[in-house]
């Protein structure tokens, strides 16, 4: 079956600079905070300079890694755990904080693109050990969870999930030193001299507060005496299988979605395979990992669409779509259907070839168009390997041609799937997508 050309149906493409810039301006404006975080404490420095100098925003490749991990935590937690226990707020001792995942013992969840060592997390990773220290004693809880997910660009020999559990015998003195800083940070704010907080662990190592810091100068060490005052830190193996037993995807839905539309191969396999049971230790690997991954990417998007600050209240609306079993949710933001998506590529893609090089994200977007009877639509490219920063974000405003006939595509590929017995019966991904498939064997495609 033929690809169905896009681009015979993209009237024009326009780079709106103005909308560009006003999301950019949301991506680059930071108010400091007003009260004392667990987090603050884990980094006096830092908490300090963050708060005398709300115009120092850290780099957008920085950025990205902060949103990753927020959209991580979000959709692993709702992953593994139920919503009435996730983000937990707790305050204790002028003190505030959210426990990733809180039902019986804080758990926290952290990630990380850099190798953790499993036997030394107290030297690799001591602000992990601390933050948990400080929720567990605000809940009086002697035990915590670290959950760490390992960020990797190759093959692994394992799934990239390490669990640990700690221990925290004495209560009494972390909370002690959770007085004794936040005390510090208080002073150091209103006497507007960091000189009596200890160095930050950034120090030489790209801080962003480095040009306003005075770290040079400090006399006052670092300390970790939370992180010290933990006991039985130990890789927990039982409780990591608990949760990669969770990982179970859930059973599609009879009902279809729009991007069952734009890759219906892809669906068509997915549905199969959810119905099957992985034949060996291997295959089972394989599949955690590939879940975690797609949390991480998916927390990502999620993650970066509220840090753009998707609209003010009113702004966007979510337009339900239901055609027999397609359903689905359109987002219309300034009255245009909009898409948001973060191609891996280092550098730009010229506007000529944007609807090739992308027909996927253009099929998307035209199909989401038609469903609302819009001829014009908003496609929001985020570049994340591209280091120059007024380079990452890129706002194209495209009008489509032949809404009715876009319209009964989508409609088409939805029937097409609701009784296809070959993956041969249904449309093709895009032909440079099928040497990254991990279905082309059984696709037959080349």
Not at 165 to 187: K, T
Not at 397 to 408: C, E, I
Not at 410 to 418: K, T
């Amino acid at each position: 079956m033929a690809e169905f050309d896009i681009a015979s149906y993209v009237s024009h493409i326009e780079a709106n600079r103005s909308v560009k810039d006003a999301l950019m301006q949301n991506l680059s404006t930071r108010r400091p905070p007003y009260r004392i975080s667990v987090t603050d404490l884990t980094n006096l420095k830092q908490a300090y300079f963050k708060r005398k100098h709300p115009e120092i925003v850290p780099p957008l490749e920085k950025r990205q890694l902060m949103w990753a991990g927020t959209g991580f935590h979000k959709l692993f937690g709702l992953a593994v755990s139920s919503e009435e226990y996730l983000e937990q707020f707790v305050e204790a001792e002028g003190i505030v904080g959210k426990i990733d995942i809180y039902e019986n013992i804080p758990v926290e969840v952290k990630t990380t693109s850099t190798t953790v060592s499993t036997g030394d997390l107290l030297h690799h990773r001591p602000t992990y050990i601390e933050q948990l220290g400080i929720y567990c004693t605000m809940v009086n809880s002697s035990q915590g969870k670290i959950i760490v997910y390992q960020r990797q660009d190759g093959e692994s020999l394992q799934v990239p999930l390490t669990v640990y559990h700690v221990g925290f015998p004495d209560l009494e003195a972390i909370r002690d030193e959770m007085r004794r800083r936040r005390d510090l940070l208080i002073q150091a704010l209103i006497s507007n001299d960091p000189s009596n907080l200890p160095v930050c662990a950034w120090f030489g190592k790209g801080c962003d507060y480095a040009e306003v810091c005075d770290c040079k100068t400090t006399s006052v060490p670092l300390s970790n005496r939370i992180a010290e005052l933990a006991a039985q830190i130990q890789v927990d193996d039982a409780t990591c299988q608990q949760l990669l037993d969770k990982f179970a995807e859930p059973q599609p839905s009879r009902l279809f979605r729009i991007n069952d539309a734009v890759f219906p191969r892809k669906t068509y396999f997915r549905r199969i395979k959810s119905r099957e049971t992985p034949s060996d230790e291997e295959e089972f690997r394989q599949e955690k990992e590939q879940y975690l991954r797609s949390i991480d990417e998916l927390g990502f998007l999620g993650a970066l669409r509220d840090s753009l600050r998707y609209g003010t209240p009113g702004e966007v609306q979510s337009i339900p779509i239901q055609h027999a079993s397609l359903s689905d949710l359109v987002q219309v933001r300034q009255n245009l259907p909009t898409i948001l998506r973060d191609p891996k590529f280092r550098s730009l893609v010229d506007r000529s070839q944007l609807t090739w090089t992308f027909s996927h994200y253009f099929l998307r977007l035209g199909f989401e168009c038609a469903l609302t009877d819009h001829s014009q639509g908003r496609l929001l490219l985020y570049y994340t390997k591209i280091p120059r920063e007024d380079a990452k974000l890129m706002v194209y405003d495209v009008s489509f041609g032949k809404l009715d006939v876009l319209k009964a595509e989508v409609l088409r590929r939805i029937q097409l799937l609701e009784k296809a017995t070959s993956p041969l019966q249904l449309p093709k991904c895009p032909s440079w997508m099928c040497s990254y498939c991990s279905y082309q064997s059984e696709c037959g495609e080349i």
